[in-house]
């Protein structure tokens, strides 16, 4: 059974990002490619992957943005299995082009396939669908079907889920990783035809309630096992995930193992590793290391690529399945074989342990009078870390504060209100909408404790949801200024809810969110006070096929060992520090903005 689990109340947007222990918050949805016109989703081929399409380069101004070469660079990144940054792609574009109905498709079609391939690179997920009984699944979705009708921040239309679980069905027999595991033995030709077919089982039927829902869906279950020989749970599993993946892009089921990363991102803590890796195609990115953890005691850092995990290459595993080989239960081991992007590779062993992860990457003084805390994601953690470092910054003289939030994709509602209670002496902080009256709140700031410290927020197109919370009640009280880009405007909150049987659980969008005078976030975002453009990128724009680092380069090296656990494998050069990308060292035009203005409200007070 699905539970609703009331604290936590997330908002936070979602992108593909891997804690080495797995699954961050993050993760976007996704929809197939050869769909026919019945289909909820647009009709096209197969996408094959190819190894050699190249990314043609794309304007970027409005001016000169163009809907066909949004499409033709969005496909060549399709045509590499590249979901995500096709996800991303297509997500820029459409703030410059909106509401664009091709954009908007091609987006959702991305978005299905990742969800497909992102569960099937899942060992959790996997092992769920094999233990799952077909009863036992489709009370799973008739769990997630209720929970649907109980808290879903709309009303449903229960056809339409019947038609969103056929779409990923119809997806998912297009995807190698499922097909291998359920299909191995059925000739393609069968595959294609059925999928082709498959919407015909749904298509013009009566959808009435969640019965006749259930019904639809055992009958296409049946369809599938007698034409395919595709075992039931397989084909319930994807009306499960259909029923929530396509409602929004922040609704998804979770896995077990994404759930459990959800609760140690919430809590600050987990077990693994300690870093942040980009998973994508046969590329696995460390982009972040954390301090103190075994990969920083090991010697890894941003950069550096994750070439082999326990003798396997990523390469004939695949990223994604190369991060989920990552976790593992605390105190066991880990062989790692990493490159900084050279033709040299080292190879370690790396003790998994707890680690804990702080939301406050950053808290010094500036220009001797002005705190600066960059605050990366909002946590269980992240009001008592803001806490000591305010009362540390104003113990060495502080007399303006900078928060910066740029990047910051969001996190727990409450601790965004907590932290704007801090700044904020009365009056509303954000109030909540949702379908079920639960949802329904309105979040206000008492006097007590706090802080009158002139204040200036940093924020960019990537701060989002609990970020804008924050951002949006600082200036609707005119509590301080507001820097940077205007943020990326998600205004929806997604509630938590684990299952005890077949799935990790459920993350369901649950209301919308409006700022104190009542506006709404979603599409528009918060806009600065002072707006300072984002530096435009000088690097090459055209992108070639993902091409890993040399594997495995015999060379001399000496040997070495901490004493955590990670030890360097003797005959391996010690690792360096991965080649800094073409933007680093730029000058920091918002951070300097922010500074620049903040020593002025100092000065100004001073006198």
Known sequence: MLHHLRPLIYAASCCLAWMCSGWALSQNLPTSDALPASSPLPASNPLAPSSQATVPAMAETPASLQPEEVLRVGKALEQQRRWQEAIQHYEKSL?????????????????????????????????????????????????????????????????????????????????????????????AASIENFRRNVHRLVFGKKVGNANELKNLALLVASEAQEQIGLMPTATLFEFISGSVGLLDPYSSILTPGEYREIMSQIEGNLIGLGVELWAEGNELRIVDVFKGSPAAQAGLLPGHYILEVDGQTIVSIGAKRAADMLRGPENSSVKLVISSGGDQSVAIDVVRRRVEIPSVSSAEMRNGQIGYIRITNFQKTTVNEVSRALFDLSSQGMKSLVIDLRRNPGGLLESAVELADYFIVRGGIVSTRGRNTSENRNYTAHAAGTWDMPLVVLIDAESASASEIFAGAIRDHDRGYIVGQISYGKGSVQGVFPSERGIGGLRLTVSRFYSPSGTAISQRGITPHVMVPEEPDTTPTTLVALKPPVESVPSQGSPGSTETGANLTAQRPVLQPASEPAAAGKPDRVLEKGLEIAGQIAAGRAR
């Open 95 to 187: 703030k410059l082009l909106p509401l664009n109905k091709q954009i908007t498709e091609r987006m959702q079609i991305s978005r299905v396939h990742l969800d497909v391939t992102r569960r099937y690179a899942d060992r959790s997920f996997i092992e769920s669908v094999e233990r799952s009984t077909p009863a036992q699944s489709i009370e799973v979705y008739q769990d997630v079907v209720s929970k649907l009708e109980t808290y879903y921040v709309d009303s449903i239309d229960y056809y339409k889920l019947a038609l969103y679980g056929t779409a990923f069905l119809e997806v998912a027999l297009t995807e190698r990783e499922f097909i291998q595991k359920h299909l191995s033995k059925t000739p």
